[in-house]
């Protein structure tokens, strides 16, 4: 199966609010791009960001340049459905990060539980490389996955559950690593994910 077919079933299986990673505000999310102190008219990108309300809260802080790009059309689709007439203030970008071939340069990389599916050595560098080409000199990169004891599979697929120093080693020296914290997510069935959050700013 296609990584897009399988992210498409994924989400025309459950309604939205059912899927495990979903969170009905994205606090942490939200606090750490706050933090970057960037004006609200630097370009965010949400790598991964599928029907996240991230694009809410941030729309509704005043951000106005925000793009998403995920491989499922199906998650996009429900995203811009919710937002009505305020999707057309976002770049919706469909397309696999491995195989992506950036044409702009944001100031905020942010993914929650994307890259963490990337288990193959190969599909990180692919990931790495579209990163580099996408981010800016000072850019701040914010990446949140399974920590290493979180879950070892979601939706049916592996995980790579990272360290912020593992992470780093695979960013490579173009990035600083500049925090991290923990967050234990509580799914809508109740169960407990524990994700590590990392943030890195790049140098060059």
């Known amino acids: 199966m296609s990584t897009q077919r399988h992210w498409d079933d994924a989400y025309r299986a459950k309604p939205d609010g059912q899927v495990s990673w979903f969170q009905q ?4 999310s939200l606090a750490l791009i ?5 004006a609200k008219d630097a370009p965010i990108l949400d790598v991964g960001g599928g029907a996240s309300r991230l694009m809410d809260a941030l729309l509704a802080k005043g951000y106005s340049d925000l793009s998403v790009l995920d491989v499922s ?3 996009l689709a429900r995203s811009q459905e919710r937002l009505g007439a305020k999707a057309a203030k976002i770049s919706w970008i469909t397309a696999d990060v491995t195989t992506w071939k950036p044409e702009r340069q944001w100031m905020v990389w942010h993914d929650r539980a994307m890259f963490h599916f990337l288990v193959e050595e190969y599909a990180q560098w692919a990931y790495v490389s579209a990163l580099r080409r996408a981010t800016a000199p000072g850019a701040t990169v914010l990446i949140a996955g399974f920590a290493p004891d979180g879950p070892q599979r979601c939706s049916g697929l592996p995980v790579w559950r990272h360290s912020a120093e593992g992470l780093a080693r695979c960013l490579g020296k173009k990035f600083t690593l500049a925090g991290e914290a ?4 509580r799914t809508p069935a109740g169960a407990n994910q524990n994700f590590l959050y990392v943030s890195f700013r790049r140098r060059s």
Do not use: N, Q
């Open 73 to 75: 059309a199906a998650a």
């Open 34 to 38: 706050e933090a970057a102190g960037l």
């Open 25 to 28: 505000i994205p606090s942490r």
């Open 182 to 185: 923990h967050e234990t997510h």
